[in-house]
C-alpha cells in the first residue's frame, strides 16, 4: 500500500489566499484525521471523520477553516482566507478503527505570507 | 495544567546508554497511551502503546506506565544514533476510542556517538 498520500507537499500563498489541502487515506482505513503541527503548540487536531461523516471537528480553529471528506479515498482541508498565523505543518493520518494505529502522511508545510 | 506534558528537551544520551522519556497526564481514567516516534522533517509514526500498570517490553524499547501517578515513559535501552529523534506522548480522552488522541508537545531527544 502506498500509504497516506498528501498534495502539495509544499505551499507558499499570500494572506488573503485561499489553500486547500489534499488526502488520500489508506485504502480500507475509515478514520480519517487533519492535524496541525508548530513549535508553539506542538500536534493539535483539527478535525476526524469515521466512515466519510465529521465526527469530532472541536479543534477548528475557526470558521476559516473547513473540510470534507465526500468520499472513502479523499479529504481536503480548505483555509479561506489564509493568515501568517496559519503557517504550520498540516498532517492526514487514518486508521482502520477507533481502537487502531493512526498512519500519517508526509504532511503538507504551508507558509503564508 | 495542560491536559499532556513532557519535557522539551533536548534530551542528550551517548551511544549505547538507557535514553528516559517522561510524559504525565492530567485525565485520571485514560486507559490508553501511546509514544510516536517523529524523525526531522518527518511524520509522526506509533512505537509503543500500553493499556496496563506495570512494564510493556518490544525489542530495546520498554514502556512504563503508573495510572495512580499519572505517568507514563519511555526507555530506549542501548541507545543507537539512529534513535535520535522527537518523541511523542499521545493520550485519549477516557469519552472517546483511541481516535481522538491529545499529544504532548515532544521530547527532542539526541544520541551522541
Known amino acids: 500500500d502506498a500509504g497516506v498520500i498528501q498534495s502539495p507537499r509544499h505551499e507558499v500563498t499570500e494572506m488573503g489566499q485561499e489553500v486547500t489541502l489534499r488526502c488520500k487515506p489508506i485504502?480500507?482505513?475509515?478514520?480519517l484525521f487533519w492535524y496541525r503541527q508548530t513549535m508553539m503548540r506542538g500536534l493539535e487536531l483539527l478535525i476526524y471523520f469515521n466512515n466519510n461523516v465529521p465526527i469530532d471537528d472541536s479543534g477548528m480553529p475557526e470558521d476559516r477553516f473547513s473540510a470534507k471528506m465526500p468520499n472513502a479515498s479523499f479529504s481536503t482541508l480548505k483555509i479561506q482566507p489564509s493568515e501568517p498565523r496559519d503557517s504550520a505543518v498540516y498532517f492526514c493520518?487514518?486508521?482502520?478503527?477507533?481502537?487502531?494505529?493512526?498512519?500519517f502522511g508526509p504532511g503538507t508545510r504551508l507558509t503564508v505570507l | 495544567q495542560k491536559e499532556v506534558e513532557q519535557n522539551s528537551g533536548p534530551l542528550s544520551v551517548p551511544e549505547g546508554a538507557i535514553a528516559s522519556l517522561n510524559c504525565t497526564y492530567s485525565d485520571r481514567v485514560s486507559q490508553s497511551f501511546f509514544w510516536y516516534r517523529q524523525y526531522s522533517g518527518k511524520s509522526p509514526e506509533l512505537i509503543m502503546s500500553?493499556?496496563?500498570?506495570g512494564d510493556k517490553e518490544d525489542g530495546r524499547f520498554t514502556a512504563q506506565l503508573n495510572k495512580a501517578s499519572q505517568y507514563v515513559s519511555l526507555l530506549i535501552r542501548d541507545s543507537q544514533p539512529s534513535d535520535s529523534a522527537t518523541y511523542l506522548c499521545?493520550?485519549?480522552?477516557?469519552?472517546?476510542?483511541?481516535?481522538?488522541?491529545?499529544f504532548g508537545t515532544g521530547t527532542r531527544l539526541t544520541i551522541i556517538p
Open positions: 485504502s480500507g482505513h475509515d478514520y
Open positions: 500500553i493499556y496496563s500498570n
Open positions: 493520518a487514518s486508521s482502520l478503527d477507533r481502537a487502531d494505529t493512526q498512519y
Open positions: 499521545a493520550v485519549p480522552p477516557f469519552n472517546f476510542g483511541n481516535e481522538k488522541l491529545t
